[in-house]
């Protein structure tokens, strides 16, 4: 069974930067880690960076500037910088993974999350 680790949440300050991975484990080029969301407390999940499917990179307005995303092919692993951040991106930053089924790319696997924590 594949799954998606993400490693490289933790407490920062306000400022500070943070870099998150995300790789594939077990079959692991079945499933492509793509992208990032992320749930702060008593909110909705939300996008903050992916690679679509056409090869595009999409951020979120609140991140744009600020967080990096970028990938490794060949290890199947997808990486997102975060630099300078604010308290208000604290949550639990979920990786996203895309599978092929028949001719159709699809975006339904997550890892379990890591969470990240931006206070003084």
């Known amino acids: 069974q594949v799954r998606l680790m993400e490693s490289g949440g933790g407490l920062v300050q306000p400022g500070g930067s943070l870099k998150l991975s995300c790789a594939a484990s077990?079959?692991?080029?079945?499933?492509?880690?793509v992208g990032w969301y992320r749930q702060a407390p008593g909110k909705q999940r939300e996008l903050v960076a992916r690679?679509?499917?056409?090869?595009?990179?999409a951020y979120a307005d609140s991140v744009k500037g600020r967080f990096t995303i970028s990938r490794d092919n060949a290890k199947n692993t997808v990486y997102l910088q975060m630099d300078n951040l604010k308290p208000e991106d604290t949550a639990v930053y979920y990786c996203s993974g895309r599978r092929l089924s028949g001719s159709t790319w699809i975006d339904d696997n997550w890892g379990q999350g890591t969470q990240v924590t931006v206070s003084s």
């Open positions: 077990g079959s692991i080029f079945s499933i492509r880690p």
């Open positions: 690679f679509t499917i056409g090869g595009s990179i």
